[in-house]
């Protein structure tokens, strides 16, 4: 029987690469549901060819011409992604979802997900660090299952099959980004080119910002936290430039289980699909021979501050982890505009968490009004 499918971000680096799982294994999938912000003309193919029963296009300007595209199909076609929780929890026949956008603005298609008892195949980290609690608890409430997408969760979930022994530590590698080796008194002249020039992965500019700022494996940090009930501090960043091994699992008796693969998102991704099964993928496997070895080196987080930011904002919790994402969110948009350095960001987020209205428990309307505030609040800070 198949199983059925829904990918919020298909037209993004996740969701065109879950796409290519599903066309590796049309045996095993249907699709039927789509959503993209505002790339009308491959989501439309993208439905042509996997036959969607749906599509939500985010932004409303382009709905004429995702109609027009897809008029003849027998597609419905919605715009704003506000429409997305409602779909999700009306589709009784979707099994799957693929939480693949980006931003804040995956958390209530996910929670929707969650309520209607859905397995998440979670790729959108900001999720889970603006509003974990009520993440997990929502999962737990309505029998739903989370399985993350990310290499690094991907990783430490599948060295966790089978295991009955307590955690000790994870060890969540990190490839370093494209600054790994630049100087710090450098990268304050480095362009939006230099930083989206990502070593290892192919990824969206957003996140691939925030991997040269290794604000990403501070989201990362967070994110296992909620993922594998471990504390923070539980919880260390490895710096493994050849990003072979994915992460690691020390556990109590001294032994360490890592999870390797080459560095590509269609493994974890089908994994997630497919779990508990494992299907061929086409992708080659490691030639160990070949490597010439393995390096491992702490962060310098004096050179990437953001990174101790997440494990201050963690260690915070309440409704801190939001407002950094918020600033963060911001921050990388004003880089990506020319408005501000990437040795910026730091600063903003920091001002930002400074600035915000602590709430110790928030529900999901104090997530939504820190996440508004905070924006703001970073956008002045920019602004000044």
Same mark, same amino acid.
């Given at each position: ?8 971000? @298909? ?14 294994h049309r045996e095993m999938f249907d699709v039927c549901l789509l959503t993209a912000n505002s790339n009308a003309s491959l989501l439309a193919s993208q439905a042509g060819e996997f036959n969607a029963g749906a599509v939500v296009i985010g932004? &409303? ?14 597609? !419905?076609?919605?715009? *704003? ?7 999700? @929890? ?12 980006? *931003?804040?603005? *995956? ?24 509003? /974990?609690? $009520?993440?997990?608890?929502?999962? &737990?409430?309505?029998?739903? @299952?989370?399985?993350?997408? %990310? ?16 955690? /000790? ?15 710090? @008194? ?7 080119? %230099? ?9 969206? &500019? ?22 594998? =009930? ?8 490895? $710096? ?15 032994? +360490?289980?890592?999870?390797?693969? +080459? ?14 099964? &494992?299907?061929?993928? *086409? ?13 491992? !080196? ?19 919790? /309440? ?20 408005? $501000?350095?990437?040795? =910026? ?25 820190? %996440?508004s505030e905070c924006r703001r609040t970073a956008e002045s800070i920019i602004g000044d």
């Open positions: 029987m198949k199983k059925k499918i829904a990918i919020l971000g @298909s037209t993004g680096s996740i969701g065109t690469q879950a796409l290519d799982v599903v066309r590796s932004n &409303r300007e382009m709905y004429g011409e995702l109609s027009s595209l897809l008029g003849p199909t027998g597609t !419905a076609v919605y715009a *704003g992604n506000e429409v997305i929780p409602e779909l999700l @929890s009306d589709n009784g026949e979707i099994d799957t979802v693929i939480a693949a956008m980006t *931003g804040f603005s *995956g958390l209530m298609p996910t929670l929707a997900a969650l309520k209607a008892g859905k397995t998440v195949a979670i790729a959108n980290k900001e999720t889970l660090v603006a509003a /974990g609690a $009520i993440v997990m608890e929502t999962a &737990r409430t309505h029998n739903a @299952s989370i399985i993350p997408v %990310d290499s690094e969760h991907s990783a430490i979930f599948q060295v966790l099959q089978g295991e009955h022994s307590p955690i /000790g530590k994870i060890l969540l590698t990190a490839s370093g980004g494209p600054f790994l080796r630049i100087p710090a @008194s450098e990268m304050a002249a480095a362009g939006v080119h %230099d930083a989206l020039n990502h070593p290892k992965w192919k990824m969206g &500019r957003k996140v691939t910002i925030d991997s040269a700022t290794l604000m990403n494996k501070g989201f990362e940090v967070i994110e296992a936290g909620w993922l594998f =009930d471990v504390p923070v501090k539980d919880i260390e960043v490895v $710096i493994h430039p050849q990003s072979i091994i994915h992460s690691m699992v020390a556990f109590m008796d001294g032994s +360490v289980l890592a999870q390797m693969s +080459v560095p590509d998102m269609r493994i974890p991704i089908q994994y997630a699909l497919t779990y508990p099964e &494992r299907m061929p993928s *086409g992708i080659p496997q490691i030639d160990f021979c070949s490597l010439g070895g393995f390096t491992f !080196a702490s962060p310098d987080t004096e050179k990437f501050p953001c990174l101790s930011i997440a494990y201050e904002a963690a260690a915070k919790g /309440g409704n801190i982890p939001c407002a950094m994402n918020a600033a963060d969110e911001i921050a990388v948009e004003a880089f990506l505009q020319g408005r $501000i350095t990437l040795c =910026d960001i730091p600063g903003i987020i920091a001002d930002t968490i400074a600035k915000c209205t602590f709430i110790q428990d928030p529900d999901i309307d104090g997530i939504i009004s820190t %996440d």
